[in-house]
Each structure stands twice: as structure tokens, then as C-alpha cells.
């Protein structure tokens, strides 16, 4: 059974600064791994999709890394915005769980202006 | 192009009711995945429908319950309603055949137990 676990649970940093919100999970065998950002009492919003193959992707600010044999992932956010402020969540398809999404708990993360 | 649509989306039920959600997915999508979100926790994954079907289920009890039509709509039910079944309720959609592709989510229903 996949597991997927997101550390640290909640961040908190002043602005401007560059940041690493990690992602582990235990069954390879994924597909591939998104990253979504959540605000509070809101639905999910995608933020990267990083296919099995591939070992990064960038959008922006954001960068997104995945290292399958170590069962690893981490979304860097340079140059963090109040506006980052959010719940970050990781979640893996494939491998043992099919094609559902398994999600980690999340990260909340807090940008002080 | 409209996304994921869910309805209600807001609802407050009293315990040992029943709820019915509605899930509207992307364009062109047919596939159509739930999940339950706790205060505080990552999104769980209830069940999936495609072809009008249960392909795959997680660990909830019968009590939770799905259908999807021919138009690829979808509806969750939850039947005799307990305190814990409060949470907010995600739809997902996504296309069967890009197994690799990206789901993509709803609002949510956010539902309230008293």
C-alpha cells in the first residue's frame, strides 16, 4: 500500500526567501507525482505534474524535482510571496494504488510580509 | 471550457440522514474520482467511476455509494449519516485512456454533520 508522507507539517518564513517543501512515498512503481496548493476552505488547485520519466519541472517560481528510487519529491518555491501562503499537498498515481491519487497530509505553509 | 462543477456547495445534514453530491467533470474527460478531506488531513480517496461503474474503491463503508451517468456526471451518497462524515468532499475527473495524465479537481462540497 502506497504511503506518502510531507514534511515539514506546517513553515513558516519571512518574504523573499527560498524554500523546500518535501515529499517521500514508499512504492516507486509510480506513474507520477502533482503537486496541488490548497487555500483554506477551497478545492485543490494543480500546481506541477512530474511524469515517472522525468526528473523535474518548472513553472515560474516553482520548481518540482522527483527521484524515484528514493521515493522523493520537492517543490522549491523561490522568492516566497504573501501570496504564497497556502496548504501545499503532494499525491502519487500508479504503482500498487492504481490510478487513484494518494495524498500526503500536506504542508501549511505561512509567508510574513 | 468549464472545469470540474460540484454541487452543493455548501450542505448541513443531522446524523443518520442521507446526502446525494453532484459532480459535474471536465470536458471531454469520463473517468470521475471521489475523495474525503478531513479538517487537517489530505484528501482521501473514496472511489472511481468509469463507464458508468465502480472500477476502483478505498477503505469507506457501503453506506458510501456512487453512480455516474451517461453523460460522465457523476453523484456520491452517503446514507445514515455519522459526526465523522464531516468534511469536504472533492470530485476529480480525469480521461481514462492518458492513465498518466493529470486529474483535475472541483470546489468541493464542504458537508456539515450536527
Known amino acids: 500500500k502506497q504511503e506518502v508522507t510531507q514534511i515539514p507539517a506546517a513553515l513558516s518564513v519571512p518574504e523573499g526567501e527560498n524554500l523546500v517543501l518535501n515529499c517521500s512515498f514508499t512504492?516507486?512503481?509510480?506513474?507520477?507525482l502533482q503537486w496541488f496548493r490548497q487555500d483554506p476552505g477551497k478545492g485543490l488547485t494543480s500546481l506541477l505534474l512530474i511524469q515517472s520519466s522525468q526528473r523535474e519541472q518548472t513553472s515560474g517560481r516553482l520548481n518540482a524535482s522527483l527521484d524515484k528510487s528514493s521515493g522523493r519529491s520537492t517543490l522549491y518555491i523561490a522568492a516566497s510571496q504573501p501570496g504564497d501562503s497556502a496548504t501545499y499537498l503532494c499525491a502519487s498515481r500508479g504503482g500498487t494504488s492504481g490510478s487513484r491519487l494518494t495524498f500526503g497530509e500536506g504542508t501549511q505553509l505561512t509567508v510574513n510580509p | 471550457d468549464a472545469g470540474v462543477t460540484q454541487s452543493p456547495t455548501h450542505l448541513i445534514k443531522t446524523r443518520g440522514q442521507q446526502v446525494t453530491l453532484r459532480c459535474s467533470p471536465k470536458?471531454?474527460?469520463?473517468?470521475v474520482s471521489w475523495y474525503q478531506q478531513a479538517l487537517g488531513q489530505g484528501p482521501q480517496f473514496i472511489f472511481q467511476?468509469?463507464?458508468?461503474?465502480?472500477?476502483q474503491r478505498g477503505n469507506f463503508p457501503d453506506r458510501f455509494s456512487g453512480h455516474q451517468f451517461p453523460n460522465y456526471s457523476s453523484e456520491l451518497n452517503v446514507n445514515a449519516l455519522l459526526l465523522g462524515d464531516s468534511a469536504l468532499y472533492l470530485c476529480?475527473?480525469?480521461?481514462?485512456?492518458?492513465?498518466?495524465?493529470?486529474?483535475?479537481f472541483g470546489p468541493g462540497t464542504r458537508l456539515t454533520v450536527t
Open positions: 470536458s471531454g474527460h469520463d473517468t
Open positions: 467511476y468509469y463507464e458508468e461503474e465502480e472500477r
Open positions: 476529480a475527473s480525469s480521461l481514462d485512456m492518458d492513465i498518466k495524465g493529470e486529474q483535475y
Open positions: 512504492d516507486s512503481a509510480i506513474y507520477n
